[in-house]
Nanobody, 120 residues
Framework: QVQLVDSGGGLVPPGGSLRLSCVAP???????????MGWYRQAPGKQRELVAT???????NYADFVTGRFTISRNNSRKTVYLHMNSLKPEDTSIYYC???????????WGQGTQVTVSS
């Protein structure tokens, strides 16, 4: 299991922006490059849903509801993945979780979650 520490959430008005970060502090560089990274979100009483994923080489995939507004990126040297969120809507309010999948053995890990609240 990989330790993932996510952060950057907060309160933002509609139309605003936030940047979430997720670091794997105990992982060596070579292992981090084997991980496909992603962000998920889950609101109270709702199902956890995939927001975006990114491969080690930087190929990204997005859920339809965030395409054009969110950007996922990663810096393998820093062992960090980011989620840049623009044009935020109240329905984006959720706990956002960092996720990793080891492409060699399929093992997955989760961050502790960071709260994003979009409200005026």
């Amino acid at each position: 299991q990989v330790q993932l520490v996510d952060s950057g959430g907060g309160l933002v008005p509609p139309g605003g922006s936030l940047r979430l970060s997720c670091v794997a502090p105990r992982l060596i560089f070579s292992t981090y490059t084997m991980l496909e990274m992603g962000w998920y979100r889950q609101a109270p009483g709702k199902q956890r849903e995939l927001v975006a994923t990114i491969t080690s080489s930087g190929s990204a995939n997005y859920a339809d509801f965030v395409t054009g507004r969110f950007t996922i990126s990663r810096n393998n040297s820093r062992k960090t993945v980011y989620l840049h969120m623009n044009s935020l809507k109240p329905e984006d309010t959720s706990i956002y979780y960092c996720h990793s999948r080891n492409t060699l053995n399929g093992e997955s890990s989760w961050g502790q979650g960071t709260q994003v609240t979009v409200s005026s």
